[in-house]
């Protein structure tokens, strides 16, 4: 399971599943972030804690604990096993 804090800078990556229950998973939707939508990884800090992204025009900071609960896809990947 690949998740959002795995990703690299300069990745494009789209929300496979959000983990988490309860306020925490709300909090993470509330900010925009849902299933389907594509996630820009702009900057990670120095000792990887926050980490900048771009979703759905906006910026966005998240710390590592979120973005483990974000479950993701590589755009690129997806778009191969679609073309097969």
């Known amino acids: 399971m690949k998740t ?3 990703a690299a800078i300069g990745d494009t990556v ?3 599943k959000l983990h988490g229950e309860g306020a925490v998973k ?5 900010m925009g972030i849902t ?3 594509e996630i820009y990884v702009r900057k990670v800090a120095p ?6 992204v771009n979703v ?6 998240l710390r590592k604990a979120d973005a483990e609960m974000i479950e993701t896809v590589e ?6 096993t679609e073309a097969k």
């Open 26 to 30: 709300r909090r993470i939707m509330d």
């Open 14 to 16: 789209k929300v496979k």
């Open 75 to 80: 755009e690129k990947a997806e778009e191969t």
């Open 56 to 61: 759905r025009g906006y910026e966005l900071s």
């Open 47 to 52: 000792l990887g804690d926050p980490i900048e």
């Open 4 to 6: 959002l804090r795995d």
């Open 35 to 37: 299933k389907g939508v």
